[in-house]
């Protein structure tokens, strides 16, 4: 594991530098990212780090509404039972956002004590990155978060709307990608959003104004450890919700809450180093060297299996538009942002592949899953790369991803490949809350299907 047990002299040490401290925030992130746990007295906190705490299995078997699916058979089935959770250590930070001194940290659930829980995300990736460790490569990964910023107030139609702008009072109704007047507009919150990462030692390097009115993207720095680049991930989201509401905002990450504007994505960086600390992709051309080559074979021959991970909601297969700069096919180019597997300009040293299908709703655990069982496929299978593609990829690729939700989970559920890497246990409990939570979904009636049919037909 990435973390070790956490040591109670940590707690203890963190408890002495803030003596004010109130209450602490245990969180443990389900299958869709919620943050879900328990809140604490600060002065039980080192007894937590010394015995831990309990919650059901049954977290990881919720519905994104927190109902349990009962067809997981981690809920009823086992008697809702408790699991023992412990905090992982280098975790515990504070929380600015809150009035009162509070702070947090993360959880990991056990089957029992010193057994990772089979149907945490985290350890399906902590299992893949094992896989690594006997090829003594480590994925040295950054991921990138869009984001919008909305009003509280909806439409009249329940629709979202555009921020009004703190600067000239009007809605935002202008795509102006990568403009420094709209930074500064919203200057003072992403500040306020940079000032509460680096209190919790969350690497955010950068903000930029992306493709739609109110649309931000927050980079995090890369690291040599996955599963810590997932951990602040869902640390960020957190954090971004809650200073966007002490501004008046709201701030979502839905995959695409607007119909006519550019979805929010996830895109992740990945690079591998050999035992010596030498990125391999480094050598030669990134046509010609043979690692990078294989990597971009296994996450092409492997990505349409995996779209049911990668997009998991039925808003997330909306992203999926022409001229939007989401890729509909497996393709990969070389500074290219229409395909789905991008080699960045820049330095040989710094080589890397940018995996640009995630939506910003998936679970960063499953996203970097999907990444790297894909190229660990690739480093060990024969593999036959395509061609690279040059220009606008829609125009010369047909679409040939599963970009519908019953397309995507069946293409998860038959594929041999997930089943090996994220473990057929884990893949039951996945699809059953996917499907229920579909289910849920398909039996609303829409206000379009009134205003469509109730008067002609």
């Known amino acids: 594991m990435a973390h070790q047990a956490a040591d109670p002299q940590e707690a203890a040490d963190f408890l002495a530098a803030n003596p004010d401290l109130v209450a602490v925030d245990l969180l443990l992130p389900d299958q869709h990212g919620v943050m879900r746990g328990k809140r604490i007295p600060a002065h039980d906190l080192v007894k937590v780090y010394e015995s831990g705490i309990f919650l059901p299995g049954s977290v990881f078997a919720l519905d994104i509404n927190g109902n349990t699916v009962e067809s997981t058979n981690i809920g009823f089935a086992t008697g809702d039972c408790d699991q023992p959770c412990r905090p992982l250590s ?53 991921i990138e978060l869009e984001f919008y910023l909305t009003d509280p107030e909806r439409q009249t139609n329940g629709q979202l709307q555009a921020p009004i702008s703190p600067v000239h009072g009007g ?31 969350i690497p955010a390097s950068a903000a930029i104004a992306e493709y739609a009115p109110g ?10 450890n996955p599963l810590l680049a997932c951990d602040q991930a869902l640390m960020l989201k957190r954090l971004i919700r809650a200073v966007a509401r002490q501004y008046g905002y709201e701030a979502t990450f839905m995959a695409k809450p607007f119909a006519e504007q550019a979805g929010n994505g996830m895109h992740i960086h990945m690079s591998l180093l050999d035992a010596k600390g030498n990125n391999i992709f480094a050598a030669g051309t990134a046509q010609s060297n043979k690692y990078l080559r294989q990597a971009l074979a296994g996450l ?35 500074d290219n942002r229409t395909v789905a597997l991008r080699i960045p300009n820049g330095a040989a040293t710094g080589r890397r592949i940018e ?22 496929y690739g480093l060990t299978k024969q593999l036959t790369l395509a061609a690279p593609i040059k ?45 229920a939570e579909y289910k849920q979904f398909n039996n609303q009636v829409t206000s379009l299907e009134i205003d469509w049919y109730q008067r002609t037909l």
């Open 90 to 142: 280098n975790t515990l930070v504070p929380v600015p956002w809150q009035k009162n001194p509070m702070a947090q940290c993360l959880l990991t659930m056990e089957q029992v004590p010193g057994e990772p829980f089979f149907a945490n995300p985290r350890h399906v990736l902590d299992r893949i990155l094992e896989r690594f460790k006997a090829l003594a490569l480590t994925p040295v990964v950054a």
């Open 171 to 201: 809605r935002e109704t202008d795509t102006q990608v990568y403009s420094m007047d709209n930074l500064d507009d919203y200057g003072e919150l992403l500040e306020a959003i940079m000032a509460a990462a680096k209190v919790q030692g």
């Open 215 to 224: 649309q931000f993207e927050i980079n995090l720095q890369h690291v040599d």
């Open 300 to 334: 092409q021959h492997t990505m349409a299996d995996m779209m049911g991970i990668l997009c998991p909601k039925v808003n997330s297969l909306r992203r999926f538009q022409p001229d939007f700069f989401v890729p509909m096919a497996p393709t990969w180019g070389i």
């Open 355 to 376: 995996h640009r299908v995630a939506g910003a709703d998936a679970n960063p655990y499953l996203a970097m899953s999907s990444l790297l069982a894909g190229t660990h």
């Open 391 to 435: 220009g606008n990829a829609p125009e010369q690729v047909q679409p040939s991803l599963p970009l519908d939700w019953h397309s995507a989970q069946s293409k998860l559920a038959q594929s041999g490949f997930a089943e090996t890497y994220l473990g057929a246990d884990f893949l039951h409990v996945y699809q059953a809350v996917q499907e």
